[in-house]
């Protein structure tokens, strides 16, 4: 066989074996991916809790509810503590702790509330802060004064 032949049957056979590689990988990364929704009324929403990926996970917006009333609680610490207290558990159904937040997103109705709400979240962590947005919104459902959406990494 000639040499040039037999190079390109080497190179076509191996990018054969690595297409079907990486092909079959991909089915792994999407077996590695899942819901993490904990009971309660929340569980009938049309979204996820949050989306573990491999390592990473994707955490949809909190409000930091009543689970009674499922609205706003009429002092503010005790929202801040309902939304960090549904993270905590949302975090540790994947297996993570609080301490494992790369990126943290936070809505809020009112700037004013800005001071307030970052002495609860600075005791929140015994690490580094994650990077981190505080945004003025218009108004959030049932009442609450914060919405919080956030990706944690395993460590």
């Known amino acids: 066989m000639n ?15 690595f297409s079907v590689r990486g092909a079959f990988s991909q089915g792994e990364m999407q ?8 009971p309660g009324p929340a569980s ?11 390592d990473t996970l994707y955490l ?3 409000i930091g509810l009543d689970p009674k009333t499922g609205k ?16 905590k558990n949302t975090l540790s159904a994947a297996g ?3 301490d494992d937040l790369v990126y943290v997103q936070v809505f809020c109705t009112d700037l004013s509330l800005y001071d307030k709400f970052n002495a609860v979240y600075r005791a929140q962590f015994s690490k580094d802060f994650p990077a981190r947005a505080f945004i003025g919104a ?5 009442g609450g004064h914060f919405e919080m959406q956030a990706i944690a990494v395993r460590h």
Do not use: H, T
Request: no cysteine.
């Open 96 to 98: 993570m702790s609080i």
């Open 60 to 62: 949809s917006g909190s």
């Open 3 to 17: 040499r040039r032949v037999w190079i390109l049957v080497v190179v076509l056979g191996l990018s054969a074996v």
């Open 72 to 87: 706003a609680p009429d002092k503010i610490d005790d929202e801040i503590k309902n939304l960090f207290d549904d993270y």
């Open 138 to 142: 218009g108004s959030l459902l049932r």
């Open 31 to 38: 077996a590695k991916r899942r819901a993490i929704n904990l």
């Open 44 to 54: 009938q929403l049309p979204f996820s809790k949050a989306i573990l990926a491999g």
